[in-house]
Nanobody
Framework: QVQLVESGGGLVQAGGSLRLSCAAS????????MGWYRQAPGNQRELVAA???????NYADSVKGRFTISRDNAKNTAYLQMNSLEPEDTAVYYC??????????????WGQGTLVTVSS
């Protein structure tokens, strides 16, 4: 009924930049919070950054000053601009959104993940 599609991952050298996108589609009435999480091999999934519908943001300490989350409410899309990437940023990045459908049901929806690899 609703889904998230991520794009923009890839291989980049340390110090480089990538921009991830997360597009929501389906029977969407509204989206409250959208966020990016990541999971490295052997690690638990962790929050990277999140943004509310009003634009309030929060970031993991490890990415503050390097990553920027934004969203385009008209396009139901969130972005993660990642600068000054480090090998420690290597992980699968997942988008999550809290979506209310036109049937007035709330869904926590996850994307399929996109791999970011930072080489040293």
């Amino acid at each position: 009924q609703v889904q998230l599609v991520e794009s923009g991952g890839g291989l980049v050298q340390a110090g480089g930049s990538l921009r991830l996108s997360c597009a929501a589609s389906g029977s969407i009435s509204s989206i409250s919070s959208m966020g990016w999480y990541r999971q490295a091999p052997g690690n638990q999934r962790e929050l990277v950054a999140a943004i509310t519908s009003g634009g309030s943001t929060n970031y993991a300490d490890s990415v503050k000053g390097r990553f920027t989350i934004s969203r385009d409410n008209a396009k139901n899309t969130a972005y993660l601009q990642m600068n000054s990437l480090e090998p420690e940023d290597t992980a699968v990045y997942y988008c999550k959104a809290d979506i209310r459908t036109w049937s007035m049901r709330n869904h926590e929806v996850w994307g399929q993940g996109t791999l970011v690899t930072v080489s040293s």
